[in-house]
């Protein structure tokens, strides 16, 4: 089922804040559609409406709205709001493009980490598909789009480096949205459902990971805090890669933090644009699985091939040179 245009249509944009939310949000704008965009942070939403509404359209309304996803009370409020704002008794669409990164080993992690990570990457999925699933339906012609990500394929980012709570949340995302194409085929035929995968993305996420668990910036960062980010197991396997010296200090931990957001975000082999554009284009061709990135499409490749291979990651990425996935 194709959408040939998302003019006049009103979207829901979760984590708008940044990243593809914020780029997805410029697009639809842009594009002739409404949007109603939700962040954890208030100041970065605010950035994002301001510059929608420099590009939008005539007669496109963008909103932003404070939202903690992982929060069903607060998706509520979101839902409530946005629609009192944009006057309207349904939305269109819904990317549910909200996540955290962390929680990475569930043998070490805090307990209370762990579970922040998998309440924002899951359950925000969940409380989101049951606040607006009745709005897109009175719409006649609505889409879900979840985010997933190449952790919802393979659960790992390589050796020594787990990924737990992310991956657990990301396959949850992704069976979840793969069971609703049936459902909704049969109990609702007005809409329809998209999952998106991707890989690396140039995007803020491991700062704003930071930030969701209450602490700063890494550049903001006590020693303390530098050093809780990067356990002695981590650490140890970073100064023998030789990406920290020997006997790092607090400084040294937090311009490595630096250096990795800034790195994750600007040597990403597809920018936050790049892949927003791609996920609209698969919306409106009416694919229901978008997959973002070589290394997402290989990962894919390779799982579904071999999925015995899947953690022996010399087999897995054999004739490859090495490599990675992450979103």
Sequence with gaps: MVMDSFAGKLAVVTG????????????????????????LNPDTMAETV?????????GVRVTGHPCDVADEAQVLRFCDALLAEHASDHVDLVFSNAGAGGGESFVRSQREV?????????????????????????????VLVNTSSVNGLWASLGPGVPQNAYSAAKFAVRGFTEALIEDLRTNAPQVRVALVLPGHVGTDIVTNSLLVRGLPAPEHMSDAQATQIVPPGVRDALIQAGALPEE??????????????????????????????????????????????????IIDERVRAKPEAAYDYAELFAGLGGGDAQS
């Design 16 to 39: 708008g804040g940044s990243g593809m939310g914020r780029e997805l949000s410029r697009q639809l704008a842009a594009q002739g559609c409404s949007v109603a965009g939700c962040d």
């Design 50 to 58: 301001a510059l929608a509404e420099a590009e939008a359209a005539p």
């Design 114 to 142: 762990w579970e922040r990570i998998f309440a924002i990457d899951w359950w925000g999925v969940y409380y989101c598909a049951r606040a607006f699933l009745p709005l897109l339906i009175a719409s006649g012609d609505g």
């Design 248 to 297: 790092p200090t607090g400084a040294d931990l937090r311009q490595f933090l630096v250096r990795v957001n800034t790195d994750f975000r600007d040597k990403a082999p597809v920018t936050a644009a790049q892949a927003a554009t791609i996920i609209l284009d698969g919306v409106r061709a009416g694919a229901w699985r978008i997959l973002i990135g070589q290394d997402a499409k």
